[in-house]
């Protein structure tokens, strides 16, 4: 697994806490859904702020997407 930040230094949240949320998160969803989903790659932004456990909920919430058949909608934020 790969946490990807641009400069760890200037990270606003330790990235050992953001992978131990995110791994929570989908620990909790495999549990939930009976299924065996792993993280290979975390993207986060480094100078990003308390609460750490919004990465739990983020990652849960992503899995039941996928589990449930949610689409994902995509955004073309490019200004």
């Known amino acids: 697994m790969h946490l990807k930040a641009p400069d760890e230094a200037d990270a606003g949240l330790p990235p050992k806490d953001i992978l131990e949320q995110v791994l929570r998160g989908v620990e909790k969803a495999n549990i ?6 792993s993280v290979r790659k ?38």
């Open 32 to 37: 939930r859904f009976g299924k065996n989903f």
């Open 42 to 79: 975390i993207f986060y932004l480094p100078n990003d702020s308390a609460p750490v456990n919004v990465y739990d909920f983020l990652a849960e919430s992503i899995i039941e997407r996928i589990c449930t058949g949610e689409e994902f909608m995509e955004l073309n934020l490019q200004r």
